[in-house]
């Protein structure tokens, strides 16, 4: 960073803050031990030889102190845990000494930062990853009722599990034993309980999607194949802006790109490197599937077209061509089919990248 006198790091806990101050003029080292409250450490950095410039890592205490500092009118700059140099051969952590080694990589300038969302934004990314933990839970509570079953030798052989007549004959499943009987009615309570939350998490994100500063983003993604609205809102808020990306950086912020080692004349590749946002990677890999299928364009995503800018919908089409195109090459060469919705994936990024920032007038 150049321009600030303090560079100030920070390591920040639930219930308590190290900081550390280095002074780049004269060299000095100012400590302190602070609570969380915003005002105690506003009032410390107030406190030092300014101008004060401060980092701390993204963690689970989410990015209301950095907003606060901004506030303040204090420089903060939230760095990436997993881009941090880290000294080779260091045996001792300490809260003082992770706050000490961020104040002197931010005053060298090698803290990467990352981008602070809104308060908006941030609250719709809370709603969709809700959303997403709502689908491990009736995961495990539709396993917990068919496993019952199992035990019992009772097997469901009526067609598509999970449809309204497959929900009909669990209800009418009755045992002798009233234990039993009793484990197997908590068992149902349980997934009713969270069909009803998933159902309410829905609706909300249907009105957000519909009428929000993301509905024009998300009328762009859902443009493409395998994009619903539930995708559509998870990408736009999960990314935010997406004009700090571009075609050649959102593979590897997304850690679909492969890992590599290379020294001298030896080349490794590995699989993809996982690195980045979980959340959207999951839903690009699992919107890449649908473009395996021959590509006819259904009712639902031509209705999707038609709000979203005639250029754009023109382009998402071409998209659409271009990833099955690319789904029968790899089926052609007998490409593992994991493997090849990992680079259908990756290249079903790029093209959503190209949906959101493009100009319909240029």
Same mark, same amino acid.
């Given at each position: 960073?150049?321009?600030?006198?303090?560079?100030?790091?920070?390591?920040?806990?639930?219930?308590?803050?190290?900081?550390?101050?280095?002074?780049? %003029?004269?060299?000095?080292?100012?400590?302190?031990?602070?609570? #969380?409250?915003?005002?105690?450490? &506003?009032? !410390?950095?107030?406190?030092? #030889?300014?101008?004060?410039?401060?980092?701390?890592?993204?963690?689970?205490?989410?990015?209301?102190?950095?907003?606060?500092?901004?506030?303040?009118? &204090?420089?903060?700059?939230?760095?990436?845990?997993? /881009?941090?140099?880290?000294?080779?051969?260091?045996?001792?952590?300490?809260?003082?000494?992770?706050?000490?080694?961020?104040?002197?990589?931010?005053?060298?300038?090698?803290?990467?930062?990352?981008?602070? *969302?809104?308060?908006?934004?941030?609250?719709?990314?809370?709603?969709?990853?809700?959303?997403?933990?709502?689908?491990?839970?009736?995961?495990?509570?539709?396993?917990?009722?068919?496993?019952?079953?199992? /035990?019992?030798?009772?097997?469901?052989?009526?067609?598509?599990?999970?449809?309204?007549?497959?929900?009909?004959?669990?209800?009418?499943?009755?045992?002798?034993?009233?234990?039993?009987?009793?484990?197997?009615?908590?068992?149902?309570?349980?997934?009713?309980?969270?069909?009803?939350?998933?159902?309410?998490?829905?609706?909300? &994100?249907?009105?957000?999607?519909?009428?929000?500063?993301?509905?024009?983003?998300?009328?762009?993604?859902?443009?493409?194949?395998?994009?619903?609205?539930?995708?559509?809102?998870?990408?736009?808020?999960? &990314?935010?802006? !997406?004009?700090?990306?571009?075609?050649?950086?959102?593979?590897?912020?997304?850690?679909?790109?492969?890992?590599?080692?290379?020294?001298?004349?030896?080349?490794?590749?590995?699989?993809?490197?996982?690195?980045?946002?979980?959340?959207?990677?999951?839903?690009?890999?699992?919107?890449? !599937?649908?473009?395996?299928? *021959?590509? /006819? *364009?259904?009712?639902?995503? %031509?209705?999707? !077209?038609?709000?979203? #800018?005639?250029?754009?919908?023109?382009?998402?089409?071409?998209?659409?061509?271009?990833?099955?195109?690319?789904?029968?090459?790899?089926?052609? /060469?007998?490409?593992?089919?994991?493997?090849?919705?990992?680079?259908?994936?990756?290249?079903?990024?790029?093209?959503?990248?190209?949906?959101?920032?493009?100009? *319909?007038?240029?």
């Amino acid at each position: 960073m150049i321009g600030q006198r303090t560079s100030v790091g920070l390591d920040v806990h639930a219930r308590s803050v190290v900081g550390r101050g280095l002074d780049v %003029q004269t060299g000095e080292v100012l400590r302190a031990r602070l609570t #969380p409250a915003h005002e105690q450490v &506003i009032g !410390w950095l107030r406190s030092l #030889p300014g101008p004060v410039t401060v980092t701390y890592e993204a963690g689970p205490t989410g990015f209301g102190l950095a907003r606060a500092l901004e506030a303040a009118g &204090i420089d903060c700059v939230v760095a990436a845990p997993s /881009r941090l140099l880290r000294p080779s051969g260091e045996r001792v952590k300490t809260d003082a000494k992770d706050a000490l080694h961020l104040a002197q990589l931010l005053a060298v300038g090698q803290v990467t930062a990352v981008a602070v *969302p809104d308060e908006e934004t941030e609250a719709a990314r809370d709603l969709v990853r809700a959303r997403d933990d709502v689908r491990g839970d009736l995961m495990s509570a539709r396993h917990r009722v068919t496993h019952l079953l199992l /035990r019992q030798g009772i097997v469901y052989a009526g067609g598509t599990p999970w449809t309204r007549v497959h929900e009909n004959w669990l209800r009418t499943q009755r045992f002798a034993r009233p234990a039993l009987q009793c484990a197997y009615d908590a068992a149902l309570e349980a997934l009713a309980a969270t069909e009803g939350r998933r159902d309410r998490l829905d609706e909300a &994100i249907t009105k957000l999607a519909a009428a929000s500063r993301f509905t024009p983003v998300i009328d762009r993604l859902t443009c493409l194949r395998g994009i619903s609205t539930l995708t559509g809102f998870g990408l736009a808020v999960e &990314i935010g802006d !997406w004009s700090r990306l571009s075609p050649a950086t959102i593979g590897a912020y997304l850690g679909l790109v492969p890992g590599e080692h290379s020294t001298g004349e030896s080349r490794s590749q590995h699989g993809v490197t996982k690195t980045g946002n979980s959340h959207v990677r999951r839903l690009l890999v699992e919107a890449a !599937w649908h473009h395996r299928p *021959p590509y /006819r *364009p259904s009712t639902r995503l %031509q209705r999707r !077209w038609q709000r979203a #800018p005639a250029a754009v919908a023109a382009h998402a089409a071409k998209g659409n061509r271009r990833l099955h195109a690319r789904w029968q090459s790899f089926d052609t /060469r007998r490409k593992r089919p994991v493997v090849a919705n990992l680079a259908i994936a990756r290249e079903l990024a790029g093209w959503c990248w190209a949906l959101a920032v493009m100009d *319909p007038d240029g």
